[in-house]
């Protein structure tokens, strides 16, 4: 799932998507975005997939931000709970490197 | 075993082996394909492996931190209150499937997890599992 996440009550919102904020990622973006009403910045965007440890959810997430993160105009992007893997990790950098100026 | 700090760059593991075998397990491991990132003499009391296991007995509750995962059961219960630590994708899950069962009832994360952050918890829990036994 992609889209802008809003936090609602206990949860966050993404597309029609609603994600109890619990532990892992859910809470990472409800913090992020309770840091980003305190300093008057926009909700966050998010790439969400689902992984119990086989890596298949993340390699989707890597072949998607490989294909439309050229063009996007993020400021800073921060990775969470994705199964490391080099290669997948190399063309997502070089995806980050067609954006200008080059987030952090 | 954890590695020293100095050498730390990861979810990383380390075995001590007597340095007179070195090139014979260097060779079998490479066999194997799995080289290890880096072979280092313990010349330095810093350069020593740290011990795999941490404990922290909060009264009520006892934390076992293995590398970088953390497990924590209320002593009365001995239900599981909570898992943090690690980076892998199988850490949320696993939280979801053990967190607020008891040792006994919770799956063992041999059983579910596939990461080395569910290796890690194994030792843990494992751990665990022996001292609320004593």
Known sequence: MAGEVNLEGDSIRIGERRVPVNRGTPALLAAAIKAGQTLNLPPPFGYLAGDIGLGGGSRQLYDYLVKNLPGSRFSVITFHYLLPDVDWHNKVLFALEEISPRPY | MGP????????????????????????????????????????SPLLQPVDLFQIKDFGRYLMVRAANMKLTVDKKTQKIVNI????????????????????????????????LCGYALQLAYEEMKHRCSQ
């Open chain 2, 84 to 115: 943090s630590g690690g980076g892998c994708p199988d850490v949320p899950y696993l939280a979801r499937e053990m967190v607020g069962r008891s040792l006994a009832e919770a799956p063992s994360p041999r059983d579910i997890g596939h990461t």
């Open chain 2, 4 to 43: 020293p700090p100095e050498i730390r760059s990861g979810c990383d593991l380390v075995i001590e082996f007597p340095l007179i075998e070195e090139l014979n397990i260097l060779r079998t491991l490479r066999e194997m394909n799995v080289s290890p990132l880096q072979v280092v003499p313990v010349n």
